[in-house]
């Protein structure tokens, strides 16, 4: 698949190497750690768009993705790779939806976000380069913002963000406060934009994702020190007009809990109620992508607060891509096997046309013939004859030669160019 078509959502998997272990792990008993006394679970071979592992009582199996990256990938590799065009498309008017999924521990908030909380939260500095993809999404869209000023547009952000607990919201943005009195009233309220802030620049998008970071679920467990207790949300919500086209597009931005092995994590009390929410919200995904796959007529959005957020992004009308974080380590690889089975049944997953493409579309392209007319007439009236003497190199000599050129509107005519091009391409031809 390639990101951003309409025929399926692309996925891209994040392949690290065995982090170095906490003091949790490293007193778990070799014992424990050990699959089997098989054959050796291990990562066998990676290629751009695919991968090869053993495991016991699996053998050898091949996942493939639109593309692999290894722990040596940069950042922005992983940027490039899984959400630059996806961002693309949310800039210019198409629905959009970026999640990472893995087991805890694998690197889904590293991807995310960052490997620390100053690099989770750093938009004014875009030459860092530990920032993950949230951070660049913000960079981005705010140079994309004062590039539509600057042509005479306008444009505005607004941001939801959210954290999804078992059937609870909470809005991160307002001290981590519940939203709504049950799971459909509260998704409704974030889907409908009641717990959206707007944002006017990146100071001021920097200090809300700080003040989120604070009331987050992160707790430290025998898998993870700072591992994620829920599942969060960012929705992003553009609304530009330019050129007397108006468009609306939504960015779903999710960084799920980790899936955990509740004997591996060793999660207890408290964490122990967070692991069993978080692997529930995942089956719920699951089973829908699932139901999408087989094309069914009915598809368990409604069965969990998190497909609820999701159903947008996940129903057919959204540019989707999944990042999916794995360990290479031998005791992570039956996980690691099930999140890639997972990227494929994602992968295969058919979308309906964007809606982009029809009133949105319609719109522009009305808009653009308008400015054609317009500039039609300008160049016309600014438009002259000149001759030209213009000479010419032969056997014979130097040959000058009496040309007639039109002058006056060479701007005019660039950007006539310019526009024609853009109609092209939006209508297809």
Known sequence: GTEG??????????????PQPSSAESEEPANERDISDGPIACVLAMEKSKIFMCAPSVGIREFCADRMLGSESSQLETFNAGCSELLCDWMNGINSCLFVFGQTGSGKTHTMFGPTPQAAINICEPHMRERGMIPRIFSEVFTHMEEVKALGGEIKLEMAYVEVFGDEINDLLQTGRAV???RGVAAKTVLEGRTSVSID????????????????RQEATAMNERSSRAHSVILLTLNKTLDGSTMKSN?????????????RSKAVGERHREAVQINMGLLALKQCIQALNEQREHVPFYSSTLTQLMKQALGGESSTSVVVTCSSSSPDIIETMEALRFGEMCGNVERKTHQFSTANSDSAVAAINSQLASLEEEIKSKERWENVRETRQDIEGEEVVVKAVLVGAEDLRARYERLLETRDKLIGS
């Open 251 to 263: 960015f779903c931005l999710a960084d799920l809990g980790g899936s955990e092995q509740l004997k």
């Open 5 to 18: 078509t309409t025929e399926g959502t692309t996925t891209a998997a994040e392949v690290t190497e065995d």
């Open 180 to 182: 709504g009195a049950w």
């Open 201 to 216: 620049d990146p100071q001021q998008a920097q200090s809300l994702l700080a003040e989120a970071e604070e009331h987050k």
